[in-house]
């Protein structure tokens, strides 16, 4: 077997746990707005537009800046940016939908990386590549293009039918000194839709991470039947596909045991910072509560933020102040510029800062919920990891297996087919490496607790 086969095989095995991202997106307010994506263009962290004359009728959205240089400007719509926003709007995940819709019947499936070169390149029929896309040449779009990796066109693009342009991991870029006509879904969610065209005509829906179109003349106008198709719920997200990506594809650039690939679709950098130690502190809880009669919110409050435990004092307020200065400030302000202003200005209310990045000390718990409460393979590693942890200390091995009072008999087919049993011990005490509901609770209740504690009120400033 090849080096790259074992590679892929070790992969597929890793995913074949993993449980799927749960919709995190907040419940619609009526029937009415679950029919329509309410965005005809989502850069989830960032807009870039450059033209000479710009006309849009529809809504944008992204969570980070937007930029638009343009002459003559027709906007019909609601831009709303980081500026307007208490919490980060998530993406309506819609993969499995746009795979099971549009890339099935009479789909050409590639899995290597598909390059073709022509004068004029004809889709007729749903194309989905494993690998990356390249085209060179004067595209008609009258079906699907569909990729985990990157998609590149040159040349010029024009399709008079609805079509899906689909990237699951990678970019999607066109460029041409002509035009470029899409009618339908370009959806490339975890990575950069880049269109240089002097022509840019897009009919339809845009859901990108990041959006950067550069032209003379931009039409953007939104297509009611694909906003329908998407909706406005997203669905679970599954990590199909991830052992045909590179290697390299699969990097972890802040080095804590997750994906990149993984970040960018839950969003969250909070298991690095809060979450993840949140998640660490079962460990102490379980070593100071387990096999007593010691209150688990009580005890699990007197614990955090404390020296010597896995969530000390110094990573509170480090994990506080990278979340608040992430939120503050622009990717483009100078780092020495940031740590200046934040402990001059901010430093004394991080507190405060922190709970209004999430709207409500109420908003903020049902986020910590997420965290401490749950069985996802990647979410609730490290409170899974920790609780195994804490299983192995010999006081709570010893105080488990003191703890049986009966035994089961458990029946079962043996060798030659002979009804035979096993007696199974039942114990008073729950598994230690397994982590209790009253013990997830405790974990939020000790947080909020001890960020409520230490908000400062306008006459303590």
């Not at 719509?77 to 009479?106: C, P, S």
Request: hydrophobic share 35%.
């Amino acid at each position: 077997m090849s080096k790259n086969n074992i590679y892929r095989r070790g992969i597929a095995g890793l995913l074949a746990g993993i449980v799927a991202i749960p919709n995190l997106l907040s419940a619609p307010a009526s029937a009415e707005e679950t029919e329509k994506y309410q965005y005809n263009l989502f850069g989830r962290n960032g807009i870039e537009l450059t033209a000479d004359n710009f006309c849009s009728n529809g809504n944008w959205h992204t969570n980070k800046s937007v930029s638009v240089s343009c002459v003559n400007r027709n906007f019909n719509g609601t831009l709303t940016t980081e500026a307007d926003i208490v919490k980060r709007v998530k993406h309506v995940y819609a993969d499995q939908k746009i795979y099971n819709t549009y890339f099935t019947d009479n789909c050409e499936l590639l899995e290597e990386e598909y390059s073709y070169t022509d004068l004029n390149i004809n889709i007729n029929s749903p194309l989905f590549c494993y690998g990356n896309i390249n085209l060179n040449g004067n595209v008609s779009l009258n079906s699907n293009l569909g990729t985990l990796m990157n998609l590149n066109i040159t040349g010029e693009v024009k399709n008079a039918n609805n079509s899906v342009v689909y990237s699951k991991y990678g970019n999607i870029t066109i460029e041409n000194n002509s035009t470029a006509n899409i009618n339908g879904l370009i959806y490339a969610p975890l990575g950069t839709l880049t269109i240089n065209s002097p022509n840019v005509n897009i009919n339809g829906i845009v859901i990108a991470d990041k959006v950067v179109i550069n032209g003379n003349c931009v039409n953007i106008n939104s297509n009611d039947n694909i906003a329908r198709f998407v909706g406005n719920i997203s669905e679970a997200y599954d990590f199909s596909g991830l052992e045909y990506l590179p290697e390299e594809w699969l990097g972890d650039t802040d080095e804590d045991g997750l994906f990149d690939i993984y970040e960018k679709v839950i969003d969250n950098k909070k298991l690095s910072g809060w979450a993840g130690d949140l998640q660490s502190l079962i460990y102490n809880l379980k070593l100071e509560t387990y096999g007593t009669s010691k209150d688990l919110n009580e005890t699990a409050y007197s614990i955090i933020a404390k020296d010597g435990t896995y969530f000390s004092s110094e990573d509170m307020v480090s994990d506080i102040d990278a979340e608040n200065i992430y939120n503050l400030y622009s990717k483009h302000d100078d780092l020495s510029y940031m740590l200046d202003n934040y402990y001059k200005e901010y430093s004394n209310r991080r507190y405060n800062i922190f709970v209004e990045g999430y709207g409500s000390i109420e908003e903020l718990q049902d986020e910590v919920d997420e965290f401490t409460s749950g069985d996802e393979l990647i979410k609730h590693s490290i409170l899974n990891d920790y609780a195994k942890k804490a299983a192995d200390n010999e006081y709570i091995k010893k105080t488990y297996n003191n703890s049986v009072i009966g035994y089961v008999e458990i029946p079962y087919v043996g060798v030659g087919g002979v009804l035979t049993s096993y007696y199974q011990p039942v114990h008073s005490l729950s598994d230690p490496q397994t982590v209790t509901p009253n013990e997830s609770k405790a974990l939020t209740y000790a947080f909020i607790k001890y960020i409520s504690e230490n908000l400062v009120w306008k006459k303590q400033l």
